[in-house]
């Protein structure tokens, strides 16, 4: 299975947009997404911690209101979206994976779950793992996949696949080289795939997170 990062169809599409995972879904593909909580607690697609990047405005997303961020956005003409938003395009026909970017406390995470029981195709991934355990805690049964960037060890890598709990692993695409990497049972998602010739090379045989096809 393959998914749009970010919903980046192509370079005519910017990130976490709507119009962006529309697109997404209308080429057949599910796609990976980030989220913040606001301030007044509203999942946000969004990957920064701050607006300054995308926005120049130097505002945490968790120290301000969905409204506020609303605002910002749309009058730049790049409104970022609400997670149940996506959802609701989503018609639970596609699959979701849903990294949560920083560490969110035990009740947002049952709030996200609250939010999200109604789509079963919802995935959700981290690379602070502590966010996957958490989760697991409060239903066992949660889709979940750890998140590894470089240069974790490979060994690492493998004894936390172990968790039985654990659906997946989400792995840069240099670990792709690892035959012990390879060899694991658990499913494997590889992500930085952001050419054709990379997709075209690596898709036979592996799942990608993969952008500008």
Do not use: W
Request: charged share 30%; proline share 3%.
């Amino acid at each position: 299975m393959h998914l749009i990062h970010r919903g980046i169809v192509s370079k005519h599409h910017k990130e976490n947009l709507l119009q962006s995972f529309k697109q997404s879904f209308k080429k057949g593909y599910g796609i990976e997404t980030d989220i913040h909580a606001t301030k007044d607690n509203e999942f946000i697609c969004f990957h920064d911690f701050t607006l300054k990047r995308i926005f120049k405005r130097n505002l945490n997303v968790k120290n301000i209101n969905y409204s506020k961020i609303k605002d910002v956005s749309t009058r730049l003409n790049k409104p970022i979206p609400l997670l149940k938003d996506l959802l609701k395009f989503s018609k639970n026909r596609y699959p979701l994976f849903i990294e949560i970017k920083p560490i969110f406390s035990k009740s947002l995470l049952k709030k996200l779950l609250k939010d999200t029981s109604k789509y079963k195709k919802c995935v959700f991934i981290s690379f602070k793992h502590e966010n996957i355990y958490n989760l697991l805690k409060v239903k066992k049964s949660t889709k979940v996949g750890l998140s590894f960037s470089p240069p974790t060890s490979i060994k690492k890598i493998i004894k936390k696949s172990k968790n039985t709990n654990i659906d997946c692993l989400i792995l840069d695409k240099i670990f792709l080289k690892s035959k012990k990497i390879q060899e694991l049972k658990i499913e494997k998602y590889f992500y930085t795939i952001k050419t054709k010739s990379e997709f075209h090379k690596y898709n036979k045989n592996n799942n990608l997170i993969f952008e500008n096809l």
